[in-house]
């Protein structure tokens, strides 16, 4: 049965302070303090620049044995595509080596905005990068409903890509909740049910929400059901705001053992 780590999207956030780090702690702490608790992250800062190979070495020494990373994709790669995409993932790799040589990078997270859509340029472009990351550990992330189908999933498999299965609002257009598995490799991301703030707000207001007990309980048996199906599943909050990701992964931790077979 294959084991459930639960972390959240990123680590260090100023609001955090207070919720989850005590007053006064510095920032070059935050990552060994979560460590302490948590057996995985998500690193976003790598989709706003390239990750360098000592950064990522760095972050491995100052954590546990055993703690894995999730490295989200750089923009490049998924947003604002270069006129060169074989040199924008070539660099992207090389920074990713420390992880990679430890055995703590977990995922290679490629996610996709809403504006990229089911068609055969975005198909193309999907292949390509999927290519030119053989090898790696990918998780894809859609954020448009348009590529959930069959195909999609057929064709993550064959290229032993993980499909990422999200909670988020259930919005026109927004991808539903599901339980799917294309890999060895199975990934939840939960990013709130903040209807209000999904279109308009920003990348604070837009996360800013807080699962109730009932919600996370909802989760239960699709994560049980995918349990079986992979040899690691990764469950991430990105509800950053004041904490509150840290809030519900402590709770449905606590969830998953009562929820345990006895």
């Known amino acids: 049965m294959a084991e459930i780590l639960i972390g959240t999207s990123g680590f260090s956030y100023p609001d955090w302070v207070g919720p989850v780090y005590a007053e006064g702690t510095p920032a070059g702490e935050f990552l060994r303090l979560y460590s302490r608790e948590f057996p995985m992250v998500e690193l ?3 989709y706003y620049r390239q990750p360098e190979p000592r950064v990522l070495a760095k ?16 923009q490049s790669l998924t947003h604002e595509i270069p006129a060169d995409l074989a ?46 990351l053989e090898g790696l550990p990918l998780a894809v992330e859609f954020r448009n409903a348009e590529w959930q189908r069959d ?11 993980a499909i ?10 927004l991808p539903r909740p ?7 490799l199975g990934y939840v991301r939960l990013h709130g049910r903040n ?15 807080l699962y109730t007990r009932e919600e996370l309980s909802g989760w239960l048996p699709g994560l049980r059901a995918m349990q079986p199906k992979v040899k690691l599943l990764l469950v991430a ?5 004041r904490g509150q990701a840290v809030q519900n992964a402590r709770e449905l931790k606590q969830l998953l053992l009562l929820d345990s077979p006895s």
């Open 178 to 184: 599901t339980e799917r598995v294309t890999s060895e």
């Open 59 to 74: 972050m491995a020494e100052s954590t546990p044995a055993g703690f894995l990373f999730a490295v989200k994709a750089h």
């Open 44 to 46: 976003n800062f790598s």
């Open 195 to 209: 209807n209000a703030q999904w279109w308009k707000g920003d990348s604070a207001s837009r996360y800013d929400y």
């Open 87 to 132: 040199a924008a993932a070539a660099t992207f790799r090389q920074g990713l080596l420390p992880l990679e040589e430890s055995s703590r990078l977990a995922a290679v997270l490629l996610q996709f905005p809403y504006s990229f859509h089911y068609t055969p340029p975005s198909r193309k472009h999907l292949e390509e990068v999927c290519a030119l």
């Open 151 to 161: 195909s999609v999933y057929e064709g993550l498999a064959r290229r032993g890509a």
């Open 237 to 241: 909050f990105n509800n950053h705001r």
């Open 164 to 173: 990422v299965n999200v909670d988020e609002p259930l919005l026109r257009g």
